[in-house]
């Protein structure tokens, strides 16, 4: 059975940075797309950014330059890396694990205050 824990959300102000991390279990997350979402306050899900099993990366235009993603596979995680944090970025993040079946993390929450 495939579990992705992700963790590292929290409280941070405006121009600050967070670091998310997504662990699985029952699978090799280096052999899959992998990707991160976020679903803001009465907003629907949105790609954030992915990771292809090369290691090519994709973003979402509203996060790119400030958001990067990437795999350890020596502790079979996902990272996504968080810098010049914006209000809007206030959401709960998600891990996406995709193959023949999707795979969700229950995620993680960030706000972005002062």
């Known amino acids: 059975q495939v579990q992705l824990v992700e963790s590292g959300g929290g409280l941070v102000q405006p121009g600050g940075s967070l670091r998310l991390s997504c662990t699985a279990s029952?699978?090799?997350?280096?052999?899959?797309?992998m990707g991160w979402y976020r679903q803001a306050p009465g907003k629907a899900r949105e790609l954030v950014a992915w990771?292809?099993?090369?290691?090519?990366?994709n973003y979402a235009d509203s996060v790119k330059g400030r958001f990067t993603i990437s795999r350890d596979n020596t502790k079979n995680t996902v990272v996504l890396q968080m810098n010049n944090l914006k209000r809007e970025d206030t959401a709960v993040y998600y891990c996406?694990?995709?193959?023949?079946?999707?795979?969700w993390g229950k995620g993680t929450l960030v706000t972005v205050s002062s």
């Open positions: 996406n694990l995709q193959g023949p079946t999707d795979y």
């Open positions: 029952g699978r090799f997350l280096s052999n899959y797309v």
């Open positions: 990771i292809t099993r090369g290691g090519g990366t």
